[in-house]
């Protein structure tokens, strides 16, 4: 950058203001430039020559790749070979796809961190060995040359002062373990009760057994006084509270923190970051070390060996030595591995199978609507299935699925992938992982050899999904999940019946035995599937509003779940919650039994209840005067937050595009109010953000309302597409996106969950102070 001279100043102003490296831009490049790719080999490869615009072919490559869905020309005019970029794009642009791949990459990585690890063990033997060799030859021939001058005498004064020096002493001096929670040697500088791991609990990550009491000033163990003269000590002295760590990296995170495009995520902080936060807000308010587990934590036991290690919240494992971080590592490499198999195959099954039933029914039952586009009914429905599952919404027909509604089998098997491919997938994927650890854990499996790490595995897996996958998730929130689902798609279809009544442009051609049928399917193809199985033009304008509402939050069920799931959701968003005290365990424990008391049998609530119980307690917080004692900021608020967020992230985007394509479309406006309404184009900009693709059309033609747009209003469109297929990405912080480094698969994650237990503590300790200031008054 020096050898720039002048430049160097104005280039690095203009780096600072570039957003990091992240999974975030990683997956903002991965859709630009494969978009750009494409468009060119599209817009080059149209028959006549260039018989499609750029303009169109860009916005049609970003619109597939996005699952939008939208289309500006007729896709039965495309030839086959346009048609099949299409079809690629819609696969390279999945989600799932996407998750797939960073599955593999991070069992890479995993598999690149355990090799340095195993490496640099062995180099440490090696050079321990060496050591000890050298120092074993070295006292035997000072021995023998002592001996020969008769200083027998000597030998033994000089193996006296080598006696500290013996393998077996070096061997104890190399094995002091590596922290890759402090970063080096210099850990034994830093007061038990400040490290990582279960020093914080007063125990020792080496022997296991308890420390002596450090006193808080000379930091030196404490010990009775011995007489009355005063220490003569004249060094530096710390405060019980100072912290000793690395500091590289933090300059770097305040100077990115400036930068003018923030991908960190939706609602996370600028600054946030898995690196060691100021040591006074993480420490100074503990004043001691971490009290050990209460019952409101996890057993870490179950999964492996921990001296004082416990589970905290949203599967933050804390109180961890190195080497239990090493044995976590191994646990989420496992699941990790596991994965990297299931997720392709699911990705892959169903759409295979989803594309043989649906082409070979189009093949057989409707080939003449195929071949009315000119297009192969084979070809017709295995692209309709790809479509489904990825919820694109693209049709090679020009009528989408108004050719198709009066088709039973259709209809109900693209609704089935609809919601594999989307927003019942993480339902689906944890329901064949709790299937099949429920069979090898069955008798007929039980002391195979083999099949018992594969059980705990799966079990680390349905307990701690979010360490693992960015889609799967913890039972109550995967309950929470389906819960919205029913609901939402519940209304939609319910509106449909009721709101169509005496509906004589939508139901004089639909006989009454078909509208249910596709009432349900199109509920759920307006929130994520896309395709539209009556005109939207002729359904009530009421239930069009509805449309909007539901594509605008199509997205939220499943992103909201996936953020409040996050390991790292406290560190992202900035605020943390208290861990419960044993007090209010004791509260919470004596009125669940006064509510089974009162309840009868345990069984008298049902299943039904026992869900909403736990839907209940995860996400409302329970008041009242004999409710038992809550924290201040319970799972709630972090819901809150995140929607608040995610409603700041989105609104001020749509606004802004609804604003400036209105300037551009102004003359259409005063030609065609009716057609051009501002209604139909808010309606437009929904659906492309939403990446929906249903639209109110244009009179006369099959493609979308935007294919009657300027060249300028296409493009801020694509810009919206694009914008709103990357609002649904975990934040930049997010365990599972993150690759490991260090320990096996902790590095500074291992750190920053040391720290958020640290400062969730000091939280607690405030919150009890405070009540005992109140009740003192």
Known sequence: MGALGPLSRPLRFLRGLLPPLNFITIHYLYFIGTCLLFAVIFWGSSTPAHSVSFTDALFLCVSAMTEAGLNTVNLSQLNTFQQVIMFLLILLGSAIWVSAFVVHVRKTAFEREFKVVVDGARGRRGRSGSRSRMRSWSLARRSTEAARDGGAAQV??????????????????????????????????????????????????????RLPRVDSELQQPASPPTSPVRSTHTGITFRGDTHFGRRHGSQHTRQRSSSIF???????????????????RAEAAVGGALPPPTKSHGDVSKYFESVGGWIARNSQFQGLSEKEREKLGGCEYRAVSFLAWLVPIYFVLWQLLGCLGCAAWVAYHAAEKSRANGLNPWWVGGFNAVSAFNNSGMSLLDANMTAFQRSYYLLITMSLLILAGNTCYPIFLR???????????????????????????LRFLLDHPRRCYTNLFPAQHTWWLLLAVITLNGVDWAAFEILNINNATLYEALPERYRIIDGLFQAFAV????????????????????????????????????RNSNVYEERSLGIYAEDVQEGDENEV???????????????????????????????LPTTGPNAPTQPAESNSHFVRQQLRAQLAHDAWWIVLALFLIMIIEAPHFQREPATYSVFNFLFEIVSAYGCVGISVGLPGVDYSFCGGWHTLSKLILCAVMLRGRHRGLPVAIDKAVLLPRGDGGGGWAGWAEEEDGRIRMSRTVSRGRGQGGQESV
């Open 431 to 457: 329901l064949i992982v709790w299937c099949m650890w429920r069979t090898i854990t069955t008798p007929y499996f039980t002391g195979a050899p083999g099949w018992e790490e594969r059980a705990q595995t």
């Open 527 to 562: 929130r994520s599937g896309g395709f539209y199985v009556v005109s939207i033009p002729s359904l009530r304008i009421s239930l069009q509003v509805l449309y909007v509402v539901m594509m605008y939050i199509s997205v939220y069920p499943v992103v909201i779940t996936m």
């Open 262 to 280: 923030s991908m960190q995520g939706v609602g996370a902080l600028p600054t946030s970051s898995l690196q060691p936060s100021s040591p006074v």
């Open 589 to 619: 424990d004596g009125t669940k039994k006064k509510m089974a008391s009162s309840s009868g049998s345990p069984s008298s609530s049902g299943f039904i209840l026992r869900r909403a119980k736990t839907i209940r307690d995860h996400f």
């Open 156 to 209: 033994g004064e000089k193996q006296d002062s080598h006696q500290s020096d013996t393998p077996e002493m070096l061997g104890q001096e190399d094995a002091t373990p590596y922290s890759a929670l402090d970063g080096a040697r210099e850990r034994d500088q830093t007061p038990p009760a400040r490290r990582g791991g279960p020093e914080m609990n007063g125990i020792s990550s080496k022997t296991g057994q």
